[in-house]
């Protein structure tokens, strides 16, 4: 008997933010913009408000991808959105067992990551603490990383475009706001004077185990689309 169900439960979102929220590259770049700033001699004041624009640029950018990926997936006739739906569910398994390995042999053969010449590119963009440019590195982040981090997000956007409605948009900007929060929570921490040192030993702490919660959730995520193409769940 197929499971009925309105939308992705509130459960279902919040996890899957939070676990996709300690991302490496959105951290690792206001860590950098952050010392930047301080090397700078910057107020605290400024640091908070260009580290503010930062997230919120950030935050925009994610949101409006995913509402726009979600408009288009809500559009395209049933019979092609099945199929859709079991070629996502197989790219999200896949990003999944990557990012297992990446737990086991980090680094090694193939793995989701910025590449190198992107990540470059970021590291120049970082020293530009003025409020045009942390606008724009947000967003030049936020596009950089989209595709090689984004799977959990592509998971959830898939899921929500099965009913495109008010409700749908509010889980996505809910989804959104977690995703930013460990970058608000840095902020305010080396704002209050926590050591950006301590910051950093804590992300290269956790990186594998980011890396293993990520990958069994995008497997997870990945069977659900399946189980939602084959008609074993309906949401709506």
């Known amino acids: 008997m197929a499971v009925e169900a309105y939308l992705p439960s509130l459960i279902t979102i919040i996890i899957t933010a939070a676990i996709d929220s300690i991302n490496p590259c959105a951290i690792g770049v206001l860590i950098l913009m952050i010392s930047v700033m301080l090397a700078g001699k910057q107020s605290t004041k400024h640091m ?12 925009i950018v994610y949101l409006l991808a995913g509402l726009g990926l979600m408009y288009f997936l809500s559009i395209i006739p049933l019979y092609v959105a099945e199929y859709i739906s079991i070629a996502v569910g197989a790219i999200i398994i896949i990003a999944g067992l990557l990012e297992i390995k990446d737990f086991f042999w980090y680094g090694k053969w193939f793995s989701l990551a910025i590449p ?76 209050l004077g926590v050591k950006l040192q301590e910051v950093k030993k804590w992300k290269q702490a956790s990186r594998p185990y980011m890396r293993l919660f990520a990958g069994l959730l995008l497997i997870g995520l990945g069977w659900l689309l399946m189980l939602i193409a084959n008609g074993t769940i309906n949401f709506g």
């Open 116 to 191: 190198y010449a992107m990540s470059k590119k970021i590291e120049k963009y970082s020293s530009k603490t003025t409020i045009l440019g942390v606008i724009f590195l947000g967003a030049f982040v936020s596009a950089v990383e989209l595709p090689c981090t984004g799977a959990p997000y592509l998971a959830i956007i898939t899921l929500l475009s099965q009913n495109f409605n008010f409700v749908a948009f509010m889980l996505l900007v809910l989804y959104n706001i977690i995703f930013v929060a460990p970058l608000i929570v840095i902020l305010i921490m080396v704002a």
């Open 48 to 59: 908070l408000l260009l580290g503010g624009l930062y997230i919120l640029s950030v935050m």
